[in-house]
């Protein structure tokens, strides 16, 4: 996640995302800007999530309901955030 993080945030005009309709966007370079750190900040999160389990393995179990929770949130608040990006008509 955190290598399609950095692509995307890299990823200048080329449509990059699916189900972005990029006749809509007015700043793609923003866009992927925008979404990438999202993403990269997912990944974090995962990586954080994932010492903490090797860490402290007796909480193992609650790290994996923590990751379960922090996927969807992460990637729904970046797919949430890219209509701002996008012109309604």
């Keep these: 996640m955190l290598v399609a993080g950095l692509a995307v945030a890299t990823a200048g005009r080329s449509p990059a995302l699916n189900s972005v309709d990029y006749h809509r966007v007015d700043d793609p370079v923003a866009l992927h800007r925008w979404v990438g750190r999202r993403l990269i900040v ?48």
């Design 42 to 89: 997912v990944a974090a999160g995962v990586a954080a999530i994932g010492v903490g389990a090797l860490v402290l393995p007796n909480w193992a179990p609650a790290f994996g309901v923590l990751l379960a929770l922090w996927l969807p949130a992460g990637i729904g608040l970046s797919i949430a955030g890219v209509s701002r990006f996008v012109r309604l008509r």
